[in-house]
């Protein structure tokens, strides 16, 4: 199993970013799909999860309007559009599929908001 998040980087407030997560090795049109992230010195916190069709999303209040999850089960990845990015967005973003109680992770991509 494997999941390949790419895309993070540093933007300035305001900017955007898409980030990637790539996956193989799991049926992944059967998992639903989140985005987590860590800033430095919290918890690891949802940010974003859509269903196995992607015909549903949900998405942490301190991200609504900003971001947006999206799924190519054709490619088996899912993806995170950032816009209007700030400061306290930078994190490490970590991908997870999730299903009947298997879990399984990224190994992250760092996001800097920053001048």
């Known amino acids: 199993v494997q999941l390949v998040e790419s895309g993070g980087g540093l933007v300035q407030p305001g900017g955007s970013l898409r980030l990637s997560c790539a996956t193989s090795?799991?049926?992944?049109?059967?998992?639903?799909m989140r985005w987590y992230r860590q800033a430095p010195g919290k918890e690891r916190e949802l940010v974003a999860g859509?269903?196995?069709?992607?015909?549903?999303?949900n998405y942490a209040d301190s991200v609504k309007g900003r971001f947006t999850i999206s799924r190519d089960n054709a490619k088996n990845t899912v993806y995170l559009q950032m816009n209007s990015l700030k400061p306290e967005d930078t994190a490490v973003y970590y991908c997870?599929?999730?299903?009947?109680?298997?879990?399984?992770w990224g190994q992250g991509t760092q996001v800097t908001v920053s001048t």
């Open positions: 997870n599929a999730h299903h009947w109680g298997v879990d399984y």
């Open positions: 090795g799991f049926t992944f049109s059967t998992y639903y």
């Open positions: 859509i269903n196995r069709a992607g015909g549903g999303t």
